[in-house]
């Protein structure tokens, strides 16, 4: 019986659909997407790439990743948080990413903002897992119908409006969902897909910063 969001493969592996629409996704689904994340650097990473796909294609910021990692010196936000007007034009002129001025600017603010917080708190990554929805917060069931009817959760909403409070830009409620998802804050691998369990038991043993 054919279950609507999961495909099976030839050797019966089943998985979340969205994972054979690129070449570049069978990876990124299997041993990234929703793997919890506990370094600094690469959830800021996380969420400046997400706040890049905006109104595009996931698989285009895919592509382009290793591009911005150059442009923005691995993301490395104390780095970031320094650039100038040149370093934007610099960046506007680069082909290999989005060459979107309003989001580079955002990019820059939010390395700001993040050291800001770091220096404030300690850990970046500690403070965004203290979002983490509890479990009666999460479905009973992660099927197409509950990936469907919600592009946002509560706890996406929260810290969306947190960040947003410590000026943040870029990093709507929609935009901080699929964060949450891409960073193992939640797990949305749909029942049935290969890799729930496996992240599922990742979460389960994983020490929160």
């Avoid at 917080?117 to 990554?125: C, H, N, P, R």
């Avoid at 998802?181 to 929160?208: S, W, Y």
Wanted: a neutral charge; proline letters at 5%.
């Amino acid at each position: 019986m054919d279950i609507p969001g999961l495909i099976t493969d030839a050797a019966g592996v089943t998985s979340c659909t969205w994972r054979t629409a690129a070449p570049e996704y069978p990876d990124y689904h299997d041993h990234e997407w929703g793997v919890p994340v506990a370094d600094d650097i690469a959830l800021y990473e996380k969420i400046c790439l997400e706040g890049f796909q905006a109104g595009m294609a996931w698989i285009t910021i895919l592509r382009k990743r290793e591009a911005f990692r150059r442009a923005f010196e691995g993301f490395d936000f104390r780095r970031v948080a320094q650039y100038t007007e040149q370093d934007i034009e610099r960046l506007m002129a680069d082909p290999g990413i989005v060459r979107n001025r309003a989001k580079i600017v955002s990019t820059i603010n939010n390395a700001r903002r993040a050291c800001e917080l770091v220096d404030e708190t300690g850990s970046l990554a500690a403070w965004l897992w203290s979002f983490e929805p509890a479990a009666d917060e999460r479905p009973a069931v992660v099927d197409m119908a509950y990936w469907t009817a919600n592009p946002t959760s509560a706890a996406s909403t929260r810290l969306s409006k947190a960040l947003k409070k410590r000026g943040w830009s870029y990093v709507g409620p929609t935009t901080m969902y699929a964060f949450m998802q891409a960073m193992g804050m939640v797990n949305d691998h749909l029942e049935g897909c290969t890799c729930r369990p496996r992240i599922e038991h990742l979460r389960h043993h994983f020490k929160r910063p």
